[in-house]
T-cell receptor
Framework: DVKVTQSSRYLVKRTGEKVFLECVQD?????MFWYRQDPGLGLRLIYF???????EKGDIPEGYSVSREKKERFSLILESASTNQTSMYLC????????????FGPGTRLTVT | DAKTTQPNSMESNEEEPVHLPCNHS???????IHWYRQLPSQGPEYVIH???SNVNNRMASLAIAEDRKSSTLILHRATLRDAAVYYC???????????????FGQGTRLTINP
């Protein structure tokens, strides 16, 4: 079974801190994704990556950056965390071009105080 | 991105079939219909997908209308473990390398009564 793991289930950070959320997948997938999920807004795509060192902005990239130095790892970076970035963050991966199925991690609930 | 419309919530009884509807009147000819579900405190998981023909797998069946403007996810015999939010999604191809971009709506919250 494909496994997508995220570094933390729960995280509490202070406003202005730099925050790293890590995601690792073990099935050699080309594509990786970061979403955030908020009540009433559903899941929204922040960034995705289709290859090592390649990235593309999703629907809400402002305030975030990403890094993909190795195929299995995709990091989401909050350069200066703000309270409106309190959310559930979900990582996903999929096999390659045309792949229809995304595999999601368990999520990281980030609280910025 | 083409949009989908689903009821906010549905309720059913254990061991009975459940039909979850989805309207997608602006679907394009190349859009696949995907269903994902999200159990409490978990990330979404894939359920099924289809293009034109009805599809079956071990989790569910997908019935697609002939004009493709609507579809129905069928859980043949619901269990308490099927209580989740169910998302109907039209696949939108990313601009680069065909990376799949899933656009999640609000979904249908399914409650299963014992």
């Amino acid at each position: 079974d494909v496994k997508v793991t995220q570094s933390s289930r729960y995280l509490v950070k202070r406003t202005g801190e730099k925050v790293f959320l890590e995601c690792v997948q073990d099935m050699d997938h080309e594509n990786m994704f970061w979403y955030r999920q908020d009540p009433g807004l559903g899941l929204r795509l922040i960034y995705f990556s289709y290859d090592v060192k390649m990235k593309e902005k999703g629907d809400i990239p402002e305030g975030y950056s990403v890094s993909r130095e190795k195929k299995e790892r995709f990091s989401l970076i909050l350069e200066s965390a703000s309270t409106n970035q309190t959310s559930m963050y979900l990582c996903a991966s999929s096999l390659g071009q045309g792949a229809f199925r995304q595999y999601f991690g368990p999520g990281t609930r980030l609280t910025v105080t | 991105d083409a949009k989908t419309t689903q009821p906010n919530s549905m309720e059913s009884n254990e061991e009975e079939p459940v039909h979850l509807p989805c309207n997608h009147s602006t679907i394009s000819g190349t859009d696949y219909i995907h269903w994902y579900r999200q159990l409490p405190s978990q990330g979404p998981e894939y359920v099924i997908h289809g293009l034109t023909s009805n599809v079956n797998n071990r989790m569910a069946s997908l019935a697609i209308a002939e004009d493709r403007k609507s579809s129905t996810l069928i859980l043949h015999r619901a269990t308490l473990r099927d209580a989740a939010v169910y998302y109907c999604i039209l696949r939108a191809l990313g601009r680069i390398q065909g990376a799949q971009k899933l656009v999640f709506g609000q979904g249908t919250r399914l409650t299963i009564n014992p």
